[in-house]
């Protein structure tokens, strides 16, 4: 049986998210510890390396909890916002300010730390985490495109 990763919904690997996010805020991708980073989480460091093989694979799940926050919540108050485009860009511009504002430490390391990732899981990270704002074009933007 495959060990779980900590993008799953366990309760431990919300834990796992929550304190390795809290260290690499605070301390960046670089200086933060997966010692460090299991004890915050109550765990040792073996129960840690079980749930997720690197570090730079903890900060991908990190950085993807942040991305579905994120788009998940945009979706939802666009989807509330009326058909104006005016309304959904003022909605999106919004709900990005709250986003940020609220989740100080996850719009930290969403901007930051993203160096920490290299290769495959830099791209996939990019890939998925790419934002549709078509529904945010106005009509006349979307005659010149």
């Known amino acids: 049986m495959p060990a779980e990763r900590t993008n799953g919904t366990s309760p431990r690997g919300d834990l796992i998210r929550a304190a390795a996010l809290r260290h690499f805020a605070r301390h960046g991708y670089d200086a933060a510890s997966m010692?460090?980073?299991?004890?915050?989480?109550?765990?040792?460091?073996?129960?840690?390396?079980?749930?997720?093989?690197?570090?730079?694979?903890?900060?991908?799940?990190?950085?993807?909890?942040?991305?579905?926050?994120?788009?998940?919540?945009?979706?939802?108050?666009?989807?509330?916002?009326?058909?104006?485009?005016?309304?959904k860009l003022a909605t999106a511009i919004r709900f990005h300010i709250q986003y940020v504002t609220r989740d100080e430490e996850g719009a930290n390391i969403s901007s930051s730390e993203l160096r920490g990732l290299t290769g495959e899981l830099r791209a996939q990270h990019l890939d998925e985490g790419v934002i549709d704002f078509g529904v945010l074009r106005a009509p006349v933007v979307d005659r010149v495109l």
């Open 35 to 87: 010692r460090q980073i299991a004890a915050d989480a109550g765990i040792t460091i073996a129960t840690l390396y079980f749930h997720c093989s690197t570090k730079e694979q903890l900060l991908f799940d990190v950085l993807q909890a942040q991305m579905i926050g994120l788009t998940e919540g945009l979706d939802a108050a666009l989807a509330d916002a009326g058909d104006a485009w005016s309304a």
